[in-house]
């Protein structure tokens, strides 16, 4: 099959299977690394953001993709999932935010490979900003709050990137843009417990997101106030506050219950090995193995506001 009807054919497939793509050339890779070397150039980023957050981009091109012609982009639509633990005899409620879903991921890259290889083109997974490549690829928009949103999806997807030797058909590379709804808008603004959402700038003040700090150990800063946390782990205040979310905002599905012993268990950050297998299984299926470390004490957080410790 010609290139360009199989990027369309592509294109097609993730829509049939409920995602959204788009794909550009290859070149924008050094468009998406200036855009972000210009940023911290002008000493806009936290200094424990760029050591923990920037250093995890790959802007090099795959071993694995020798003639590496385009770069995809999906987005695959998550709700929020309400998980339940259990302390001494009551239910602690908890929300995991859109987005922790990886297992999306892996659905994407297969799809694309079922079209790719039979045509013997090849795709690779790749960490670089997708938030950005979403936008200049015309797939997104951003909102003020610095998350993308997609007509009829809202902002509750979780994107991800591949690197691709498929020639690129037409290049739809975009100025940045973000949602007219923002013009007249700072409801996230205002909402945001960390303010971290600046009147001073559109780049989020990252060191100030509740999300930067209970994705990782160990303390929170003096300047957190552990009852604004919400969720498991990360935040929903800018995303549910956000009227562009109107018809999505309230999309939560139910996830697993924690015993009493399993939540115990949790709350005192026990390693993977010594957890009993159900709850390896259960957290496993959440995606939330990774952050086994700091569960228990967001789950403290969330205990303490409750009256539940
Ligand atoms: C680092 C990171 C974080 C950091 C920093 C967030 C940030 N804004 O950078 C922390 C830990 C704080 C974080 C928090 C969250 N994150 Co996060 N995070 C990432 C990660 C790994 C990289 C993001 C990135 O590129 N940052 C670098 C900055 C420079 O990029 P940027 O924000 O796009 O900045 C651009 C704009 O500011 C723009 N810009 C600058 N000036 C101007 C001016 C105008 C007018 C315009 C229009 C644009 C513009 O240019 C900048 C780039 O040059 C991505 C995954 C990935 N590989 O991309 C997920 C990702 C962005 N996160 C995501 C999510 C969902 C979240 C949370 C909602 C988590 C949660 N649910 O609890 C919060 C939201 C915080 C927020 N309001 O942005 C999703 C977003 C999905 C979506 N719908 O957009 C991603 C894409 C994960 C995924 N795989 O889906 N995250
Ligand atoms: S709350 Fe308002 S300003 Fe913030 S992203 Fe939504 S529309 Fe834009
Ligand atoms: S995720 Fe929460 S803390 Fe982070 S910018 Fe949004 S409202 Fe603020």
């Given at each position: 099959?010609e290139?360009?009807?199989?990027a369309?054919?592509?294109?097609?497939?993730?829509?049939?299977?409920?995602?959204?793509?788009?794909?550009?050339?290859?070149?924008?890779?050094?468009?998406?690394?200036?855009?972000?070397?210009?940023?911290?150039?002008?000493?806009?980023?936290?200094?424990?953001f760029?050591?923990?957050?920037?250093?995890?981009?790959?802007?090099?091109?795959?071993?694995?993709i020798?003639?590496?012609?385009?770069?995809?982009?999906?987005a695959?639509?998550?709700?929020?999932v309400r998980?339940?633990?259990?302390?001494?005899?009551?239910?602690?409620?908890?929300?995991?935010?859109?987005?922790?879903?990886?297992?999306t991921?892996?659905k994407?890259?297969?799809?694309?490979r079922?079209?790719?290889?039979?045509?013997?083109?090849?795709?690779?997974?790749?960490?670089?900003?997708?938030?950005?490549?979403?936008?200049?690829?015309?797939?997104?928009?951003?909102?003020?709050?610095?998350?993308?949103y997609?007509?009829?999806?809202?902002?509750?997807?979780?994107?991800?990137?591949?690197?691709?030797?498929?020639?690129?058909?037409?290049?739809?590379?975009?100025?940045l843009?973000?949602?007219?709804?923002?013009?007249?808008?700072?409801?996230?603004?205002?909402?945001?417990?960390?303010?971290?959402?600046?009147?001073?700038?559109?780049?989020l003040?990252?060191?100030?997101?509740?999300?930067?700090?209970?994705?990782?150990?160990?303390?929170?800063?003096?300047?957190l106030?552990?009852?604004?946390?919400?969720?498991?782990?990360?935040?929903?205040?800018?995303?549910?506050?956000?009227?562009?979310?109107?018809?999505v905002?309230?999309?939560?599905?139910?996830?697993?219950?924690f015993?009493?012993?399993?939540?115990?268990?949790?709350?005192?950050?026990?390693?993977?090995?010594?957890?009993?297998?159900?709850?390896?299984?259960?957290?496993?299926?959440?995606?939330?193995?990774?952050?086994?470390?700091?569960?228990?004490?967001?789950?403290?957080?969330l205990?303490?506001?409750?009256?539940?410790?």
């Amino acid at each position: 099959m010609e290139a360009t009807n199989l990027a369309t054919k592509l294109i097609s497939a993730l829509e049939q299977n409920g995602y959204r793509g788009k794909i550009v050339s290859v070149e924008h890779l050094g468009n998406l690394k200036n855009d972000i070397d210009t940023l911290h150039r002008q000493g806009l980023f936290d200094a424990e953001f760029v050591a923990e957050e920037l250093s995890g981009f790959d802007f090099t091109l795959p071993d694995g993709i020798p003639r590496a012609k385009s770069l995809i982009i999906a987005a695959a639509p998550q709700p929020q999932v309400r998980v339940t633990f259990t302390l001494e005899d009551k239910e602690l409620p908890c929300i995991i935010p859109p987005t922790y879903r990886y297992a999306t991921d892996r659905k994407i890259e297969n799809l694309l490979r079922t079209h790719l290889e039979p045509a013997d083109f090849h795709v690779q997974m790749t960490m670089i900003p997708r938030k950005l490549l979403a936008v200049r690829s015309g797939l997104a928009q951003y909102g003020k709050n610095n998350i993308t949103y997609i007509e009829g999806l809202g902002s509750f997807f979780r994107l991800v990137t591949f690197v691709s030797d498929l020639p690129c058909p037409e290049d739809g590379w975009q100025e940045l843009g973000f949602l007219n709804d923002c013009t007249s808008c700072d409801i996230c603004t205002k909402a945001c417990p960390g303010g971290a959402i600046g009147a001073d700038r559109f780049l989020l003040h990252a060191e100030r997101c509740l999300t930067f700090h209970n994705e990782r150990p160990p303390e929170f800063p003096a300047w957190l106030n552990p009852s604004w946390h919400h969720c498991l782990v990360g935040c929903m205040v800018c995303q549910k506050v956000c009227p562009v979310n109107k018809n999505v905002r309230k999309w939560i599905v139910d996830g697993p219950t924690f015993s009493a012993q399993e939540t115990d268990f949790i709350m005192q950050t026990a390693g993977q090995d010594k957890l009993p297998r159900e709850t390896v299984q259960k957290l496993d299926q959440l995606d939330m193995i990774e952050y086994l470390g700091v569960l228990g004490r967001n789950l403290q957080a969330l205990a303490s506001k409750h009256g539940l410790d």
